[in-house]
């Protein structure tokens, strides 16, 4: 059974910095690819970040380039997200997915996988 536990949500000050976790567990060795996913009210899910297991490979959306950074610890079975000079904008519940099928990245369809999230509030 995969379970996928996000943590390290919170309220945060504009430019500040949180780090979130995703603890993967029951993921087989062909889960290829692992990323995070933000999602406000009425809106779509948006891709954040997404990184090939293995940490060779790295994309992100264009709204968070250069503030946010996605990493894995494969000791822990563990991805994070760091994210830096927060923006109002950033608000939104983040969650975690793993093991992507046929598809973009970006879309949410793609992943079999999925945490139950992690709020994120910034404020000024």
């Known amino acids: 059974q995969v379970q996928l536990v996000e943590s390290g949500g919170g309220s945060v000050q504009v430019g500040g910095t949180l780090r979130l976790s995703c603890a993967a567990s029951g993921l087989t060795g062909n889960t290829n690819s692992m990323a995070w996913f933000r999602q406000t009210p009425g809106k779509e899910r948006e891709g954040v970040a997404v990184?090939?297991?293995?940490?060779?490979?790295?994309a992100y959306a264009d709204s968070v380039k250069g503030r946010f950074t996605i990493s894995q610890d494969n000791a822990k079975a563990t991805v994070y997200l760091h994210m830096s000079s927060l923006k109002p904008e950033d608000t939104a519940m983040y969650y975690c997915?793993?093991?992507?099928?046929?598809?973009?990245?970006?879309?949410?369809?793609?992943?079999?996988?999925w945490g139950q999230g992690t709020q994120v509030t910034v404020s000024s």
């Open positions: 997915a793993a093991k992507k099928n046929t598809g973009s990245w970006t879309n949410g369809d793609s992943w079999a996988y």
């Open positions: 990184m090939v297991v293995g940490g060779y490979r790295t």
